[in-house]
């Protein structure tokens, strides 16, 4: 039994300032070891070009996984021959920890273009409550948005599907019951990942995957919920798009918004968050920040909430109000949503109209989040 540190980390160090370890044994000591670890490579100095005392230059906490510590760590400015002696501080620290067994290793991002490879997708999108510095909700790990990515899941996907969780683009198998309690780690870690998504599926099931995460010191909690038949049936699809909607109205009490829409690939199935097209006509916007006022763009069915119903001036044309001052708003049938469907245009821009008041250009989203920062900052 012993403490390997395998040839590529010091060759990766004589090659690049920045690497993501993995340091993988069945341990029990090693969480507290890794933690250690860390402590000790926060520690280490050097002389920047002013003159003045450097350390490493990035170092979040180490992010757990099944049998495994990941490590991501910028060393900056620090020294060659400090940098170099990484390797031996790696197994002593560990020795030093209680760990008698482990292997250390670059931690290899998987081969993800599969993941981005699916065709037609039916996606989702949640957004929860806004916290600090943005709004008023407490800022929190965004276990509730999980609680609903993982039940989602497991109905969703086929039961012989293989799972995995991907983080920091490495791709971990995870058993089924294992799969909640891998992600809430992953996302408890404080100062850590702020994205984990999970996996079901491949090329020949299809794909259904879901990502949670928070940006902003867990602020802005949010996820996505992704389905990808293969084939591409389109029937299917919209079959999809309408359970994904039963989902949002299901947990419609833990949003302040959230959408439902057919994307044409699954290359952004890794986001937990919406990201502008560029197949949509001009960009728009990122408005996580504002996700109880106003919304990314125009989709088939969206979850209002009550500050969306202000600027809308009540519910809008073809809206349904819901409990808690919400209302869903459906336009036209999810098929006419299916990227290549001649109707496609015409929804949207259709949603767009509906939608103008809480649709806004960055100039004024960049306007309403500072002004929501400025407020929080003067208490």
């Not at 198998?173 to 408890?188: G, I």
């Not at 949002?248 to 890794?270: I, K, Q, S």
């Not at 097209?277 to 408005?287: A, M, Q």
């Amino acid at each position: 039994m012993a403490v390997v540190v395998l040839p590529e980390i010091d060759r990766e160090l004589r090659e690049s300032q920045s690497l993501l370890i993995e340091v993988r044994s069945d341990d029990g000591q090693l969480p507290s070891a890794v933690a250690a670890l860390r402590q000790a490579l926060l520690r280490l100095t050097g002389t920047g070009p002013d003159g003045q005392p450097e350390g490493v230059a990035f170092l979040p906490p180490p992010v757990p996984l099944p049998g495994a510590q990941l490590l991501l760590v910028d060393f900056g400015s620090l020294p060659d021959e400090q940098v170099l002696a990484v390797p031996r501080l790696l197994a002593e620290h560990l020795g030093d920890g209680g760990v008698r067994d482990a292997v250390i290793s670059l931690a290899e991002p998987a081969e993800l273009d599969e993941l981005a490879g699916f065709g037609t997708a039916a996606r989702a999108y949640l957004a929860g409550p806004v916290g600090a510095p943005f709004g008023p909700a407490p800022s929190r790990p965004p276990v509730p948005l999980l609680d609903v990515a993982v039940d989602w899941l497991h109905a969703a996907r086929n039961p012989t599907a293989d799972l995995a969780a991907v983080v920091l683009g490495v791709r971990t198998p995870v058993p089924a019951r294992s799969l909640r309690p891998v992600a809430e780690a992953v996302l408890t870690t404080p100062g850590g990942a702020t994205t984990v998504t999970l996996v079901a599926g491949g090329p020949a099931t299809g794909l259904v995957a879901a990502s949670v995460g928070a940006a902003h010191g867990n602020g802005l909690p949010a996820a996505t919920l992704t389905v990808a038949p293969a084939p591409d049936d389109r029937a299917e699809l919209t079959r999809r798009m309408r359970q994904l909607r039963d989902s949002v109205r299901a947990h419609a009490e833990l949003l302040v918004w959230a959408g439902v829409d057919a994307e044409p690939d699954t290359r952004l199935v890794l986001r937990h968050d919406w990201v502008p097209r560029i197949d949509r006509g001009p960009s728009r916007p990122d408005v996580a920040p504002l996700a109880d006022v106003l919304v990314p763009d125009a989709m088939w069915h969206q979850l209002l909430s009550p500050g969306h119903l202000e600027r809308l001036g009540g519910l809008p044309e073809g809206a349904v109000g819901l409990p808690g001052g919400r209302a869903e708003l459906t336009i036209g049938e999810p098929e006419q949503w299916l990227p290549g469907h001649p109707d496609g245009a015409a929804v949207r821009e259709h949603g767009r109209r509906i939608l103008a008041p809480c649709l806004v250009g960055a100039a004024q989203a960049v306007a309403m989040a500072a002004d929501r920062l400025r407020r929080f900052r003067a208490g």
